[in-house]
């Protein structure tokens, strides 16, 4: 695609229930990065996926997150048993591998849990 | 482990003025890269500059500079002739060199342009 597509752009969900976030890199891009953005703060890393390497999830905050891309392409985000603390904006960045490359951000996933 | 650090929280200035924007990183590093992200109200992500380390000349990008101090380990932005579309946080970012392509954001700092 012409950009990284994220799904849905806004979710509203019930504190417990399980949430998934959908990220379309563009196409090529083997590098994809998730991030979790809370209302006014930065950008925290959540996890990393690399070509074909295992990702780095050191970011992810608890057991209950987890993430999967298939195919190295489509990549999803998952959260389980949700929690106020987790409403945040996510979002997701695809790029090259290789030097001199930037990373293009989707336009997030606005999560709120009531 | 890389960190990266913006002091200033937000910032304001006049239109057409000129306004800089301060950011320090910690790495034990030699070879990386630097940018700058600008992300409006639309939570869209726009690349803004971007530093190789490797390079003394300071990049520039039409009316946005950066003043590169790789032995201070500072990177500023700076953003001449600010104009309304200006307004927006802007987060300074690293990544490490022949390492996977991970990025290191800081806390970003909220700039409005006042006309």
């Known amino acids: 695609g012409a950009g990284v597509s994220q799904s849905p752009s806004n979710k509203v969900t019930e504190k417990g229930k399980d949430v998934e976030l959908r990220c379309d890199p563009i196409s090529g891009h083997t590098a994809l990065y998730w991030y979790r953005q809370r209302l006014g703060q930065g950008l925290e890393f959540l996890i990393y996926f690399q070509g074909n390497s295992a990702p780095d999830k050191s970011g992810l905050p608890s057991d209950r997150f987890s993430a999967e891309r298939t195919g190295g392409s489509v990549s999803t985000l998952k959260i389980q048993r949700t929690q106020q603390e987790d409403s945040a904006v996510y979002l997701c960045?695809?790029?090259?591998?290789?030097?001199?490359?930037?990373?293009?951000f989707g336009q997030g996933t606005r999560l709120t849990v009531v | 482990a890389q960190t990266v650090t913006q002091s200033q929280p937000e910032m304001s200035v006049q239109e057409a003025e000129t306004v800089t924007l301060s950011c320090t990183y910690d790495?034990?590093?030699?070879?990386?890269?630097l940018f700058w992200y600008k992300q409006p109200p639309s939570r869209q992500m726009i690349l803004v500059i971007r530093q190789e380390a490797y390079k003394q000349q300071n990049a520039t990008e039409n009316r946005f500079s950066v003043n590169f101090q790789k032995a201070a380990k500072s990177f500023s932005l700076k953003i001449s002739d600010s104009q309304l579309g200006d307004t927006a946080m802007y987060f300074c970012a690293f990544m490490k060199q022949n390492t996977g392509n991970q990025f290191y954001f800081g806390t970003g700092t909220s700039l409005t342009v006042i006309p």
């Open positions: 960045a695809s790029s090259l591998m290789g030097v001199n490359t930037e990373a293009f």
């Open positions: 790495t034990s590093e030699n070879n990386y890269y």
